[in-house]
């Protein structure tokens, strides 16, 4: 096989998987079809929070989530429209150790990655 051979090929095989992978389906981009969830855990006494409402696909999903520090980014879930973030003392969830509640609007599309809900 040539020089010129090769190069040819090395160069069809890199533009073909190159338009693989722009071709390829993946998450929804950051602030078109639905948001990640900020939690601020304003009085810090939150240790989990449960999110519910729809994704970015508009199926009803669920989430308990740890919320470790202050601050916690939830990230890898997409929500769009009403969610209801419900607030623990604990880590796990439990209603034993409800703390609160709030809905929110998640807005399908803005600027940003993130929806902000604070305790």
């Keep these: 096989m040539s020089v010129r051979t090769k190069a040819t090929t090395t160069v069809a095989a890199a533009a073909l998987?190159?338009?693989g992978v722009l071709?390829?389906?993946?998450?929804?981009?950051?602030?078109s079809n639905g948001q990640?969830?900020?939690f601020h855990d304003a009085g810090t006494v939150v240790y989990s929070v449960r999110v519910q409402g729809y994704?970015?696909?508009?199926?009803?999903?669920?989430?308990?989530?740890?919320?470790?520090s202050r601050d916690t980014w939830i990230s890898g879930w997409w929500w769009k429209g009403e969610a209801r973030v419900t607030f623990y003392r604990n880590n796990s969830c439990s209603f034993a150790t409800y703390h609160?509640?709030?809905t929110v609007w998640v807005p399908a599309v803005q600027s940003g990655d993130w929806t902000?809900?604070?305790s």
Excluded: K, L, R
């Excluded at 071709?23 to 602030?31: E, F, H, Q, T």
């Excluded at 994704?55 to 470790?68: A, K, L, R, W, Y």
């Design 100 to 102: 609160g509640e709030e």
């Design 17 to 19: 998987a190159f338009a």
């Design 116 to 118: 902000t809900v604070s």
């Design 23 to 31: 071709g390829s389906a993946g998450p929804s981009a950051a602030g």
């Design 55 to 68: 994704n970015q696909s508009g199926e009803s999903v669920s989430g308990c989530f740890t919320t470790p």
């Design 36 to 38: 990640q969830i900020h």
